[in-house]
């Protein structure tokens, strides 16, 4: 191997060791966006209120398990309710501009005949919400020094 192609492997090496570092403090940042902890009565309260405001009938949010997926936690929120399509629509809507991340893990609409009366069909809702909040102990390895060490660089 020559002076040259030792230089540009070490220049290489140099460049896909920075990037590595940036990748890491990125997943460092989006750690801190997200909130150490997950207040059930709050999340259930801000689901509670959009529901209530649009005159969604029996409203219930009901908190499930939490995971460690990594370097965050998700803890899911079973929730039920009855209205029209178009409340649902809005309700989704205001789920998304919430300040806390919240994501829709699934979703059942169904039909409710005996509940319809008037113009608008009345469907039934049955959905699993996410809300997020980081580990704190978790701390992302770059890897860079095991290929330091490899390498002996």
Known sequence: MDWRTATSRQKNLTKSKERVKEVVKQIEKVQKQ?????????????????????????PSPTPEEETNNGFYFAKEYKFS?????????????????????????????????????????????DTVIESFRYN????????VEEIEKKYGT
């Open 81 to 125: 309710a009855y209205g029209t399509f178009i409340q649902f629509l809005i309700f989704f809507e205001n789920l998304e501009k919430t300040e806390r991340i919240l994501n829709i893990k699934s979703l059942k609409i169904t039909f409710d005949q005996e509940k319809t009366r008037g113009r608008f069909p009345i469907v039934n809702l």
């Open 34 to 58: 997200l909130p150490t902890d997950v207040n059930d009565t709050q999340v259930q309260s801000i689901i509670g209120d959009i529901a209530n405001n649009l005159k969604i009938k029996d």
């Open 136 to 143: 704190q102990s978790y701390r992302e390895r770059s890897g």
